[in-house]
Nanobody, 124 residues
Framework: EVQLQASGGGLVQAGGSLRLSCATS????????IGWFRQAPGKEREGVSC????????WYKDSVKGRFTISSDNAKNTVYLQMNSLKSEDTAVYYC?????????????????WGQGTQVTVSS
């Protein structure tokens, strides 16, 4: 059974940084992707970034390119989302997600596995 455990959210001032972690377990092959969705109050859920387990390829939503970095530590079965230069519009609940297959544009992937959300609040 695939399990995802997200952590690392919190309150930070605009311009600050946070690192989210997603501890994973239960994958039976090495061809899958781990990603992050976010949902702000009153807004649609949106994909933020993902990373492929097989080759480390990544994808980012345009609005976070250059500010967010996704990475993985295979020894720890953990994926990280380093968020720098945070803006008030980054405020949302962030969810760790997973799907079989490589990372690609998250708008076109159906994610079978969802972890619990972690709140990120950026104060202006």
């Amino acid at each position: 059974e695939v399990q995802l455990q997200a952590s690392g959210g919190g309150l930070v001032q605009a311009g600050g940084s946070l690192r989210l972690s997603c501890a994973t377990s239960g994958f039976t092959s090495d061809d899958y992707e781990i990603g992050w969705f976010r949902q702000a109050p009153g807004k649609e859920r949106e994909g933020v970034s993902c990373i492929s387990s097989s080759d480390g390829s990544t994808w980012y939503k345009d609005s976070v390119k250059g500010r967010f970095t996704i990475s993985s530590d295979n020894a720890k079965n953990t994926v990280y989302l380093q968020m720098n230069s945070l803006k008030s519009e980054d405020t949302a609940v962030y969810y760790c997600v997973a799907a079989w297959g490589p990372c690609d544009d998250m708008d076109y992937v159906v994610y079978d596995y969802w972890g619990q959300g972690t709140q990120v609040t950026v104060s202006s």
